[in-house]
């Protein structure tokens, strides 16, 4: 661990804290560090292959022409890459889906660019989480009866 002091103004440190209060965080420390993993390893620091989930969520109207079949078309294109989909009927014309994606960082946000940027889609939305390194796991405390 390493202690950081950061100097900010008050402007910016109220909103620190309201964000403090309304997300419960503990300390600053806690929420700091959620937001520079958020900003930086999440996004930034991965290499294109590292092996990421993803939670690819937006909005779309399945009356624009063609768009329900094409998206359908781009999810079974990427078949490797879908792990689930989760399917809301919103209204009469907004359909809401969440897709569990499971890959390499560059083939998800390519699969969700090419989700999001089609006409009719909005507040696309892909939140990327790394995947644990299971090779940095020992077996040793496995078997041990
Ligand atoms: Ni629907």
């Known amino acids: 661990m390493q202690r ?3 100097t900010m103004d008050d402007e910016l440190a109220a909103y620190l804290d309201d964000y403090i ?7 600053r420390s806690e929420a700091v560090r959620d937001l520079v993993r958020d900003a930086l390893v999440t996004h930034h620091q991965q290499s294109d292959e590292q092996h990421c989930f993803g939670i690819l969520s937006y909005l779309y109207e399945h ?3 063609e768009l329900a079949r094409r998206l359908t078309d781009t999810q079974h294109h990427h078949h ?3 792990v689930s989909t989760l399917h809301m009927h919103v209204n009469e014309e907004d359909c809401l889906e969440v897709s569990i994606l499971k890959g390499e960082r560059r083939e998800l946000e390519q699969f969700a660019d090419s989700v999001t ?3 009719g889609v909005n507040h696309g939305h892909l939140q990327l989480v790394p995947a ?5 796991h020992s077996h040793e405390h496995e078997h041990q009866q």
């Open 4 to 6: 950081i002091t950061i």
């Open 21 to 27: 209060a309304q997300k419960s965080y503990p300390s």
């Open 63 to 65: 009356n624009t022409r």
């Open 80 to 82: 490797d890459l879908s």
């Open 117 to 119: 940027s089609q006409r």
């Open 132 to 136: 644990p390194d299971t090779h940095a």
